[in-house]
């Protein structure tokens, strides 16, 4: 079976840049994280869904960031404008229960360097 | 708030070496704990899991058990070997909150 897929798994941008990452998570799971990870800050939650509906974006970092979940088979993370600070490893993860359940399902990332 | 508390690292062992990460917690009500791995270029994958006090969790020669009375979900593993070397993290789940991790640990494995 898939597991989750995220894409692109390495983007190089220039500062000022949109940056788009895209998730596609397993199917039948109805929640979805995104996940920022950074040598400095660790594994920072940014917002999860459920249900395709947003619940909690507190760690959305600023306004620059935004997430959709348009439907149950796929989400994105833009960043508008990019900036060197938004550097760092972006994950994607799904679960087949309510954020409750503790079994998240990662995807492999996607590496984003913003020169 | 709930949060989750680990050695940090990072830990270098030799192989067949006993390994130990500490991990404690805090929370409010009665969570449940998780141990999750990540290998280099890779995403987390979850090792194991125990949902409430006493119970132990294992995989793949890994254990951990929930102790309640000293709020702790220490990794153990009796022998490591060179393919074990990736970054540990701890994490917990209380009520409709999401997953909180730890900030990882980071263990080497020398042969």
């Known amino acids: 079976d898939a597991g989750v897929i995220q894409s692109p798994r390495h983007e190089v941008t220039e500062m000022g840049q949109e940056v788009t990452l895209r998730c596609k998570p397993i199917s039948g799971h109805n929640s979805l994280f995104w996940y920022r990870q950074t040598m400095m800050r660790g594994l920072e939650l940014l917002i999860y869904f459920n249900n395709n509906v947003p619940i909690d974006d507190s760690g959305m970092p600023e306004d620059r960031f935004s997430a959709k979940m348009p439907n149950a088979s796929f989400s994105t993370l833009k960043i508008q404008p990019s900036e060197p600070r938004d550097s760092a490893v972006y994950f994607c993860?799904?679960?087949?229960?309510?954020?409750?359940?503790?079994?998240?399902?990662f995807g492999e990332g996607s590496r984003l360097t913003v020169l | 708030g709930d949060s989750v508390t680990q050695m940090e690292g990072p830990v270098t062992l030799s192989e067949e070496a006993f390994l130990t990460i500490n991990c404690t917690y805090t929370?409010?009500?009665?969570?449940?704990l998780f141990w999750y791995v990540q290998y280099p270029g890779e995403g987390l994958q979850l090792l194991l899991k125990a949902t409430k006090a006493d119970d132990k969790g294992s995989n793949k020669g890994f254990e951990a058990t929930y102790r309640k009375e000293t709020t702790s979900f220490h990794l153990e593993k009796g022998s490591v070997q060179v393919s074990d070397s990736a970054v540990y993290f701890c994490a917990l789940i209380s009520g409709n909150t999401p997953l909180v991790f730890g900030k990882g640990t980071r263990l080497s494995v020398i042969a």
């Open positions: 929370a409010t009500g009665y969570p449940s």
């Open positions: 993860a799904s679960s087949p229960l309510t954020s409750s359940a503790g079994e998240l399902f």
